[in-house]
């Protein structure tokens, strides 16, 4: 516990430093022009912060960070506020031209190649949770790493495996793909139930899942698997899992 | 004589009258297309104006939050103990956050144990680990004024979520539900007070049953 202590304490002084370090670097701030009637201001970005400036058309505004849909900016008076994007639509550069302050859409989720996903559901008839991240290789195949963890009442069971993911249609606003994977799985008897004992075994499996854009960085996932345990016993264990969550690009 | 003579002023006549409709054609066509001057492709002065262009990418983008936490959580039969641990959360929009949440603790002695001096978890058992994933709702932001003049932006959030507690020798599937408070002390630095229940089954005393573990953490946080 002592050297947990410690361990959190270097790690907050570390946290603050690094972050406090690179809090305002100068070459990230771009200036722009309002083109909009005024702006407000709010103390925070959200909504529920209240508005505590007001600036004007044509004046000349530095976006200085941005969080969520929320734009710091700051002005030529050095005063410092949160900004919607949606009053930024309209912004000029320093030359009178347009520029586009946009929302993440689904041409930006078409372009990605990182996405994580949490998803949930039944392994037989057990709770099932699984976290995966995958990685595009082409537009139509990617890789997937994941980690997913089956808890029942006498024993719980994790699967960490590696998969290949086709998607033969990525266009679709439901896009069906389809994996093959292979993993290691671990089984955990309770303590209570002392006949069994903890066993690990190669696993493989195959899916049919489908992927639909939602919104900003969002995605909808299903996912129906089977799953075939090598176990050393005479008999390979074939479970059918199903599965539901959402996953998130970048 | 004189008619060779004619002969010649005529012949000069006419060479004259063709020779110079020869050269003023010829000067013509080139004041119609003149040769190229070399020092008009030449510019003479260089603006030196370079055009300011806004890289929207380069904007630094803050939607991710790590926290540190330390407090107490109180394991139903087992007292309440230190608990220490990390969270990740990811701002989808203003009002929704995902986090990721990673602990450790250490049950006590149960009030059982105590009275008949026999421990029922060896000292590996009596390690708890959780992690989890939740969703958070901000449901009420706004400012905290700490004094007349000097004011913090806050905002009070729900949370709930889903994960796994390895406690008393296995995993037990665990609900996680609660709220908790944010204070800003910085664009990017906040202060978080958090009550949170983890609800899980456990079967230390031979039945099965519903352990309700109150939590209350305070935490460091910081924007990236």
Redesign the interface.
């Known amino acids: 516990m002592i050297i947990l202590m410690r361990l959190f304490t270097l790690l907050a002084t570390l946290l603050i430093f690094t972050i406090s370090y690179s809090a305002y670097a100068d070459n990230l701030i771009q200036e722009v022009k309002v083109a909009d009637p005024f702006l407000e201001v709010h103390t925070g970005p959200s909504a529920g912060y209240p508005i505590f400036y007001v600036i004007k058309r044509d004046e000349t505004i530095s976006l200085i960070k941005k969080r969520t849909n929320w734009y710091l900016i700051k002005n030529a008076k050095e005063f410092e506020g949160w900004v919607h994007r949606s009053q930024l639509v309209k912004t000029l550069t320093l030359e009178d031209e347009q520029i586009a302050i946009k929302d993440l859409s689904r041409e930006d989720y078409l372009e990605n190649d990182l996405d994580i996903s949490m998803i949930g559901g039944n392994f037989g008839n057990l709770p099932m949770m699984t976290l995966s991240g995958s990685f595009a290789l082409t537009k139509n195949i990617s890789t997937e790493v994941s980690f997913a963890q089956i808890l029942g009442n006498f024993s719980s069971r994790r699967i960490l495996g590696v998969s290949l993911i086709q998607q033969p249609f990525p266009d679709w606003k439901l896009s069906p793909y389809f994996s093959i994977g292979t993993g290691v799985s671990q089984l955990f008897v309770k303590p209570t139930i002392s006949k069994l004992k903890d066993t690990t075994d190669f696993a493989a499996n195959v899916s049919v899942g489908l992927k639909m854009y939602l919104t900003r960085r969002f995605l909808l996932r299903t996912d129906i698997k089977k799953h075939i345990i090598f176990q050393s016993k005479d008999k390979n264990e074939e479970v059918i899992s199903w599965q539901v969550g959402f996953a998130v690009f970048f | 004589m004189a008619s060779w003579l004619r002969c010649i002023l005529l012949s000069t006549v006419h060479l004259t009258v063709i020779l110079s409709v020869v050269f003023t054609s010829a000067i013509n066509a080139a004041e119609e297309n003149p040769a190229p001057i070399k020092a008009q492709s030449e510019q003479l002065i260089q603006p030196e104006i370079s ?6 990418s ?6 991710f939050e ?1 926290t ?1 936490f ?1 407090g107490l959580l109180s394991l139903e039969d087992f007292g309440a103990n ?1 608990v ?1 641990g ?1 969270r990740l959360a ?6 929704i956050f ?1 986090e990721g949440s990673l602990a ?1 603790s ?1 049950a006590g002695l149960s009030s059982y144990e105590r009275v008949n001096g026999i421990p029922s978890l060896t000292p590996a ?1 009596r390690e708890l680990t959780y992690y989890d ?1 939740s969703i958070g709702y ?1 449901l ?4 905290s004024f700490l004094t007349r003049n000097t ?1 913090f ?1 806050s ?1 009070v959030y729900l949370i709930a979520g ?3 507690t390895i406690f ?6 665990t609900l996680n539900m609660g709220g908790g408070f944010r204070l ?1 002390a910085a ?3 906040a202060l978080h007070i958090d009550v949170r229940n983890h609800i899980f ?1 456990i ?1 230390t005393f ?1 039945e ?1 049953k519903t352990a309700n573990n109150l939590e209350v953490t305070f935490g ?1 946080s ?3």
């Open positions: 055009r300011r262009t806004v890289e929207l380069n904007i630094d983008t803050e939607d790590a540190v330390t230190a220490i990390a990811y701002h989808i929009n203003s009002d995902i450790k250490k058992q994933v901000n009420l932001p706004g400012e004011s932006n905002s889903i994960g796994n008393a020798g296995s995993d037990r599937l800003l664009d990017w630095l089954k079967d031979l099965d460091l910081a924007f990236f």
